[in-house]
């Protein structure tokens, strides 16, 4: 999920929050923070407080703690809630 408000400053801002029970190893909640603030840095955002936060467990402990399939998957969504936000191509 991702919350978002507008700043009172120039730029975006990010907060990240990974449950322990939604992500149970910390080598998938470090890898997904990781990838958040990845692409946090790569969007043009306009002003905004965002807060990124798991709402569904991501995996189990029966599972790897990160695949290919599970980056793939976090990079699809991450990118999709931050396109979201984007500001339109002609107020930049």
């Known amino acids: 999920m ?3 408000q507008p700043a009172g400053r120039p730029n975006a801002r990010l907060g990240i929050v990974v449950a322990k029970r ?3 190893r910390a080598v998938t909640r470090n890898t997904i923070k990781r ?5 946090f840095r790569q ?8 807060i990124v936060r798991l709402s569904k467990p991501i995996n189990v402990k029966a599972d790897p703690a ?3 399939k ?3 998957l976090l990079r699809t969504e ?10 339109p191509e002609n107020s930049r």
Not at 43 to 50: F, G, S, V
Not at 78 to 87: G, N, P
């Open 78 to 87: 991450l990118t999709r809630l931050l396109a979201s936000q984007k500001m």
């Open 66 to 68: 990160t695949s290919v």
């Open 2 to 4: 991702l919350y978002a």
């Open 22 to 24: 939604f992500a149970p």
């Open 70 to 72: 599970l980056k793939a």
């Open 35 to 39: 990838m958040t603030r990845e692409l």
């Open 43 to 50: 969007t043009e955002l306009p002003p905004l407080d965002c």
